[in-house]
Nanobody, 126 residues
Framework: QVQLVESGGGLVQAGGSLRLSCAAS????????MGWFRQAPGKEREFVAA????????RYADPVKGRFTISRDFAKNTLYLQMNSLLPEDTAVYYC???????????????????WGQGTQVTVSS
């Protein structure tokens, strides 16, 4: 079992940066692939980024490629999402997710992840 708690959301101007963190509890953190989804008001939840269980081979959604970077710190049991050059369309609730099944490539569907955090709000003003 893994419990996920996101932090780092907030209000930022367009062009700015934020770093989201996801603290994971559980001794098997290193065995889980992890990622981020987001849901904007009135829109469906969508994939943002994910990283494999060993910290390699990240996968990004096209709208965030080149702007967002996903990483994980195994010593701190923490997943990160560095978001640069933020746009108003990045405004959403961001969810941290974990998957205890090895998938190659790492999953990009909501159904690929069986553990979800509560979400953190990111608002980008124009």
């Amino acid at each position: 079992q893994v419990q996920l708690v996101e932090s780092g959301g907030g209000l930022v101007q367009a062009g700015g940066s934020l770093r989201l963190s996801c603290a994971a509890s559980g001794r098997t953190f290193s065995r889980y692939s992890m990622g981020w989804f987001r849901q904007a008001p009135g829109k469906e939840r969508e994939f943002v980024a994910a990283i494999t269980w060993n910290g390699g081979t990240p996968r990004y959604a096209d709208p965030v490629k080149g702007r967002f970077t996903i990483s994980r710190d195994f010593a701190k049991n923490t997943l990160y999402l560095q978001m640069n050059s933020l746009l108003p369309e990045d405004t959403a609730v961001y969810y941290c997710v974990a998957d205890n099944i090895v998938r190659i490539p790492v999953g990009a569907r909501q159904s690929d992840y069986n553990f979800w955090g509560q979400g953190t709000q990111v608002t980008v003003s124009s």
